[in-house]
């Protein structure tokens, strides 16, 4: 009942924005090449644009399988940290796109990846699910791209999305506008480990999801 009820709720999303609004989704690493088969395929009949990490990332044969299957746009890698390790899913097609975060694989070596995949006619959309000044670093990267087309902001991320900037995000208009100054262009208020000290623990969210019933409720 899994994939019906996924692909149920995307329907959903599809039906509430209209075609107006382009869709990704991620699928976390948490099906089968079987259940991801299922729902790409219907993701595709409701024009979403990508289908991110369906499956565990080391099945590189399943993403093979998934890619080649499919129309919509497979899409991974925001865990890897060097060219080497994309690599084999560049040069077999596992992936449409990839996306490499300049949090792990660092700016250069994630330009080192994305004229790799460019060779391969593979695009490049980096993982960006970090504070506000890693969003700008993401912004740099992309525009250095021969192909750039979107950054990644994580909208959950909380007050160091904003704070972590002086002034916070230059958003205009809905788009993330790149300063002219040197480097990512922004400066970090002088203050900020006062007004936000290290705590220990994970940055993330712990969500208990109860089991499914049988029935899909």
Same mark, same amino acid.
């Given at each position: ?5 996924? /692909?149920? /709720?995307?329907?959903?999303? %599809? ?8 869709? *990704? $989704?991620?699928?976390?690493? %948490? ?9 790409? +395929?219907?993701?595709?009949? !409701? ?17 093979? =399988?998934?890619?080649?299957? $499919? ?18 899913? !560049? ?6 796109? $990839?996306? @490499? ?9 994630? !330009? =080192? ?16 699910? +970090?504070?506000?000044? *890693?969003?700008?670093? +993401?912004?740099?990267? $992309?525009?250095?791209? &021969? ?8 909208? @959950? ?8 900037? &002086? ?21 970090? @208020? ?28």
């Amino acid at each position: 009942m899994i994939p019906h009820r996924f /692909l149920g /709720l995307m329907r959903d999303l %599809r039906s509430a924005v209209g075609d107006e609004m382009e869709l *990704m $989704v991620d699928g976390n690493q %948490r099906l089968t090449v079987d259940e991801a088969l299922f729902i790409a +395929h219907g993701l595709s009949d !409701i024009n979403f644009t990508w289908f991110e990490e369906p499956i565990p990332q080391d099945d590189i044969d399943g993403y093979v =399988k998934i890619n080649s299957s $499919v129309e919509i746009a497979i899409t991974g890698g925001e865990q890897f940290a060097t060219l080497e390790r994309f690599r084999p899913y !560049i040069e077999r097609r596992a992936y449409d796109i $990839v996306q @490499p975060d300049c949090g792990i694989a660092g700016l250069s070596e994630s !330009i =080192k990846i994305a004229e790799y995949a460019n060779n391969f006619g593979i695009d490049t959309y980096p993982h960006s699910w +970090h504070n506000g000044l *890693m969003a700008m670093a +993401h912004a740099h990267f $992309v525009a250095a791209l &021969s192909n750039p087309r979107v950054v990644e902001i994580c909208m @959950p991320q909380g007050p160091l999305q904003s704070a972590i900037i &002086s002034g916070g995000l230059p958003i205009n208009d809905g788009s993330l506008q790149l300063p002219e100054q040197p480097g990512f262009g922004v400066e970090i @208020p002088d203050n900020l480990e006062e007004e936000f000290p290290f705590i220990e623990g994970s940055y993330a969210i712990v969500m208990n999801r109860l089991p499914l019933l049988q029935s899909g409720r």
